[in-house]
Protein backbone atom coordinates (compact mmCIF):
# COMPACT_ATOMS: atom_id res chain seq x y z
CA UNK A 1 0.00 0.00 0.00
CA UNK A 2 2.40 2.42 -0.66
CA UNK A 3 1.32 5.92 -1.99
CA UNK A 4 3.18 7.94 -4.63
CA UNK A 5 5.22 10.26 -3.00
CA UNK A 6 2.87 13.32 -4.64
CA UNK A 7 0.04 11.50 -2.43
CA UNK A 8 2.12 11.74 0.49
CA UNK A 9 3.21 14.90 0.18
CA UNK A 10 -0.05 16.32 -0.10
CA UNK A 11 -1.76 14.33 2.26
CA UNK A 12 1.07 16.00 4.62
CA UNK A 13 0.45 19.14 3.53
CA UNK A 14 -3.12 18.86 4.45
CA UNK A 15 -1.65 17.53 7.97
CA UNK A 16 0.05 21.24 8.10
CA UNK A 17 -3.29 23.19 7.42
CA UNK A 18 -4.55 21.25 10.23
CA UNK A 19 -1.32 22.09 12.15
CA UNK A 20 -2.32 25.67 11.21
CA UNK A 21 -5.80 25.69 12.54
CA UNK A 22 -4.46 24.57 15.72
CA UNK A 23 -1.71 27.05 15.81
CA UNK A 24 -4.16 29.58 15.34
CA UNK A 25 -6.42 28.24 18.24
CA UNK A 26 -3.57 28.58 20.68
CA UNK A 27 -2.92 24.74 20.51
CA UNK A 28 0.35 22.75 20.36
CA UNK A 29 0.51 23.31 15.91
CA UNK A 30 0.04 19.53 15.27
CA UNK A 31 -2.10 18.31 12.31
CA UNK A 32 -3.04 14.24 11.00
CA UNK A 33 -4.80 13.25 8.36
CA UNK A 34 -6.43 9.27 7.97
CA UNK A 35 -6.59 7.84 4.55
CA UNK A 36 -7.96 5.02 3.17
CA UNK A 37 -6.86 3.84 -0.63
CA UNK A 38 -5.89 7.23 -1.72
CA UNK A 39 -9.14 9.44 -0.12
CA UNK A 40 -8.56 10.89 3.10
CA UNK A 41 -11.19 9.81 5.26
CA UNK A 42 -10.60 11.77 8.64
CA UNK A 43 -8.68 15.02 9.85
CA UNK A 44 -7.47 16.23 13.45
CA UNK A 45 -5.86 18.48 15.13
CA UNK A 46 -4.16 19.34 18.42
CA UNK A 47 -7.38 20.41 20.82
CA UNK A 48 -6.03 19.57 24.49
CA UNK A 49 -6.37 23.09 25.85
CA UNK A 50 -9.22 23.95 24.25
CA UNK A 51 -10.82 20.65 25.50
CA UNK A 52 -9.32 19.91 28.62
CA UNK A 53 -8.26 16.73 27.36
CA UNK A 54 -5.28 15.03 28.00
CA UNK A 55 -6.12 12.94 24.79
CA UNK A 56 -7.04 15.32 22.33
CA UNK A 57 -3.92 15.54 20.73
CA UNK A 58 -4.42 15.48 16.37
CA UNK A 59 -3.83 11.71 15.78
CA UNK A 60 -6.74 10.57 18.61
CA UNK A 61 -9.24 12.96 16.79
CA UNK A 62 -8.33 11.93 13.69
CA UNK A 63 -8.67 8.30 14.42
CA UNK A 64 -11.59 8.84 16.34
CA UNK A 65 -13.04 10.47 13.05
CA UNK A 66 -12.09 7.75 10.58
CA UNK A 67 -13.53 5.05 13.19
CA UNK A 68 -16.91 6.92 12.82
CA UNK A 69 -16.14 7.26 9.43
CA UNK A 70 -15.55 3.33 8.38
CA UNK A 71 -17.90 2.37 11.07
CA UNK A 72 -15.49 0.33 12.36
CA UNK A 73 -12.50 0.59 15.40
CA UNK A 74 -10.18 -0.94 13.41
CA UNK A 75 -8.86 0.65 10.70
CA UNK A 76 -6.89 -1.75 8.22
CA UNK A 77 -5.74 -0.87 5.22
CA UNK A 78 -5.33 2.71 6.18
CA UNK A 79 -2.72 5.31 6.75
CA UNK A 80 -2.01 8.40 9.41
CA UNK A 81 0.12 11.17 8.15
CA UNK A 82 1.12 13.48 11.23
CA UNK A 83 2.84 16.75 11.42
CA UNK A 84 4.89 15.24 14.49
CA UNK A 85 6.04 12.05 15.65
CA UNK A 86 3.51 10.38 18.02
CA UNK A 87 3.69 10.34 21.13
CA UNK A 88 3.56 7.12 23.27
CA UNK A 89 -0.54 7.56 23.48
CA UNK A 90 -1.08 8.24 19.81
CA UNK A 91 1.15 5.22 18.86
CA UNK A 92 -0.77 2.87 21.19
CA UNK A 93 -3.93 3.97 19.52
CA UNK A 94 -2.54 3.76 15.96
CA UNK A 95 -2.10 -0.13 16.76
CA UNK A 96 -4.72 -0.81 18.32
CA UNK A 97 -6.40 0.74 15.06
CA UNK A 98 -4.63 -1.73 12.99
CA UNK A 99 -3.45 1.06 11.08
CA UNK A 100 -1.12 -0.14 7.59
CA UNK A 101 1.02 2.83 8.07
CA UNK A 102 1.99 6.14 10.18
CA UNK A 103 4.07 8.89 8.46
CA UNK A 104 5.40 11.62 10.04
CA UNK A 105 6.96 14.47 9.41
CA UNK A 106 9.15 16.51 12.49
CA UNK A 107 11.16 13.92 14.90
CA UNK A 108 10.05 14.59 18.77
CA UNK A 109 13.41 14.00 20.50
CA UNK A 110 11.64 14.41 24.00
CA UNK A 111 8.75 12.36 23.74
CA UNK A 112 8.76 10.55 20.36
CA UNK A 113 7.64 6.85 19.76
CA UNK A 114 8.74 6.39 16.31
CA UNK A 115 12.30 5.95 16.62
CA UNK A 116 13.56 9.75 18.45
CA UNK A 117 12.93 7.67 22.05
CA UNK A 118 11.22 4.51 21.88
CA UNK A 119 9.62 2.99 18.74
CA UNK A 120 6.91 1.07 19.75
CA UNK A 121 5.77 0.30 16.13
CA UNK A 122 9.34 -2.21 15.93
CA UNK A 123 8.03 -4.53 18.21
CA UNK A 124 7.59 -8.03 17.27
CA UNK A 125 5.81 -9.25 20.05
CA UNK A 126 3.00 -6.89 19.53
CA UNK A 127 0.16 -8.46 17.95
CA UNK A 128 -0.09 -6.13 14.95
CA UNK A 129 2.66 -4.48 13.43
CA UNK A 130 2.37 -0.77 11.56
CA UNK A 131 5.06 0.32 9.33
CA UNK A 132 6.54 3.71 10.38
CA UNK A 133 8.33 6.30 8.56
CA UNK A 134 9.49 9.87 9.68
CA UNK A 135 11.09 12.69 8.13
CA UNK A 136 7.97 13.50 5.14
CA UNK A 137 8.09 17.37 4.74
CA UNK A 138 10.10 17.30 8.07
CA UNK A 139 11.28 21.09 7.52
CA UNK A 140 8.07 22.26 7.10
CA UNK A 141 6.69 20.78 9.87
CA UNK A 142 9.95 21.29 12.13
CA UNK A 143 9.74 25.38 11.31
CA UNK A 144 5.97 25.21 11.88
CA UNK A 145 6.64 24.20 15.50
CA UNK A 146 10.01 26.20 16.01
CA UNK A 147 7.50 28.92 15.05
CA UNK A 148 4.82 28.50 17.48
CA UNK A 149 6.87 27.93 20.51
CA UNK A 150 9.41 31.45 19.13
CA UNK A 151 6.01 33.07 19.57
CA UNK A 152 4.81 31.75 22.92
CA UNK A 153 8.32 32.66 24.13
CA UNK A 154 8.29 36.49 22.34
CA UNK A 155 4.57 36.80 23.95
CA UNK A 156 5.62 35.46 27.65
CA UNK A 157 8.79 38.17 27.83
CA UNK A 158 6.61 40.53 26.29
CA UNK A 159 4.74 41.88 29.64
CA UNK A 160 7.99 41.90 31.35
CA UNK A 161 9.61 44.36 28.92
CA UNK A 162 9.24 48.42 30.38
CA UNK A 163 7.22 50.58 28.06
CA UNK A 164 9.30 51.88 25.42
CA UNK A 165 7.87 56.04 25.99
CA UNK A 166 9.41 55.83 29.48
CA UNK A 167 5.79 55.93 31.01
CA UNK A 168 4.90 54.56 34.20
CA UNK A 169 3.03 51.33 34.47
CA UNK A 170 1.28 51.30 37.53
Not at 3 to 22: N, S, V
Not at 105 to 132: C, I, M, R, Y
Not at 156 to 170: E, N, V, Y
Amino acid sequence: MEAHADDGQRFMQLALDQAQLAWQAGEVPVGAVVVKDGVVIAIGRNAPIGSSDPTAHAEIIALRAAAAALGNYRLPGCELYVTLEPCLMCAGAMLHARLARVVYGATDPKTGAGGSVVNVFEHGQLNHQTAVSGGLMAAECGAMLRGFFAERRRAARAPAAAPADGASTG
